[in-house]
């Protein structure tokens, strides 16, 4: 007889089932999960290593560019590697520009986009006077919500 619940029980109990799992067993099931992550990880960097080590100079010499998409074949199997272009700007030195190009009476929207932010620390200690008229653009979308348990003191 088994004393407590697998995680490969969970899927095909019930959410009623699920539900009256005792918290010690959740713990440990959240400690098994913990576990199967970080082995499923060690897995995931030993593969890449594999990939890395076999093809890495291949690419190396097909690549025309810093990044993009490139294929090889090996042995009837298509093999791609991708360097994704992953670029940031200096926020001040960029606003800086910006300035300088609409003090020249050039439409800066037609060189950038812009998202503004307003940090949550922020928005609550504004005053009601200074919330007001941003209200109507305000809405907040959560993610699904996180669980975690630990043993208490």
């Not at 799992?21 to 576990?35: F, G, N």
């Not at 025309?64 to 199997?77: A, L, P, R």
């Not at 606003?95 to 812009?114: F, N, P, Q």
Request: contains cysteine; neutral net charge.
């Amino acid at each position: 007889m088994k004393n407590r619940v697998e995680l490969s029980d969970l899927i095909a109990m019930s959410d009623r089932q699920r539900a009256s799992i005792p918290a010690d067993q959740l713990w440990e099931l959240q400690k098994d999960l913990a576990d199967k992550k970080a082995e499923l990880e060690s897995y995931s960097d030993a593969f890449y290593r594999c990939l890395s080590s076999r093809y890495a100079d291949t690419f190396e010499g097909e690549r025309e560019k810093d990044t993009g998409i490139i294929h090889i074949v090996d042995g009837g199997f298509k093999v791609s590697q991708e360097i994704k272009k992953n670029v940031k700007y200096d926020q001040k030195k960029l606003k800086a520009v910006l300035d300088r190009l609409a003090k020249e009476g050039r439409d800066i929207s037609e060189y950038v986009e812009v998202t503004y932010k307003i940090p949550e620390r922020k928005w609550t200690v504004w005053p009601s006077s200074t919330r007001e008229p941003f209200e109507a653009s305000r809405s907040i979308h959560s993610p699904r919500p996180s669980y975690s348990i630990e043993v208490s003191a």
